[in-house]
């Protein structure tokens, strides 16, 4: 017990010196400001307002936007594509179709089951690409996860969205395709 009041007593006494030497390196304030007139210094050094001849509107939009990069390949595309093609699956058969496919495997786009699970379709559960498509009483099972293709195509390259089967629902889908018709007929045009 002794030790301790000690070693308070000593860090109490370092602290108060250091309170001390702060105090003495801190400027005095004036008493009063009657004492003494504002320094002329401070008075010239003001920083001006800015212009008002030019209204700032805050509901426009920037004039230089970053570009939209558009997605042409990736995990989240892949699982995608199988969801809209097979419809609801688990982990499991989303992964078991993806063993199935030679070129996604060469491309090496889901590197484990745990990755799949973990990484992308959480992420895209996140994101509200995809949602869990309910629970089986009759079979006592979970149907696992179905597409909501508005959100999961939306920032995809147009080629990649014409050449899916089936065909997206969804509305970008409309100016794509009238934008595909427009192209193939300046193809046969010239």
């Not at 699970?117 to 498509?133: E, F, P, T």
């Not at 080629?159 to 794509?176: D, F, G, H």
Request: net charge positive; glycine share 4%; charged share 30%.
């Amino acid at each position: 017990m002794n030790r301790f009041k000690k070693f308070t007593s000593l860090f109490d006494r370092e602290k108060l010196n250091l309170y001390k030497r702060f105090l003495k390196k801190a400027p005095i304030a004036p008493e009063s400001s009657e004492s003494k007139a504002p320094d002329p210094k401070l008075a010239e050094t003001k920083i001006p307002d800015p212009p008002l001849d030019t209204p700032i509107d805050i509901t426009q939009k920037p004039a230089v936007s970053k570009p939209k990069f558009l997605i042409k390949s990736g995990p989240h595309l892949y699982v995608s594509q199988i969801l809209l093609s097979k419809g609801p699956l688990t982990g499991t058969e989303i992964w078991n179709e993806y063993i199935k496919d030679p070129s996604a495997v060469d491309q090496n786009l889901l590197k484990s089951k745990t990755f799949l699970r973990q990484r992308v379709l959480k992420s895209m559960k996140a994101q509200g690409k995809i949602q869990k498509a309910g629970y089986s009483p009759v079979a006592h099972k979970y149907l696992g996860y179905s597409l909501i293709p508005e959100k999961a195509f939306r920032r995809t390259d147009s080629q990649v969205l014409l050449n899916l089967q089936p065909k997206p629902l969804i509305k970008r889908m409309k100016k794509v395709e009238a934008m595909e018709i427009i192209r193939k007929e300046e193809k046969t045009a010239e």
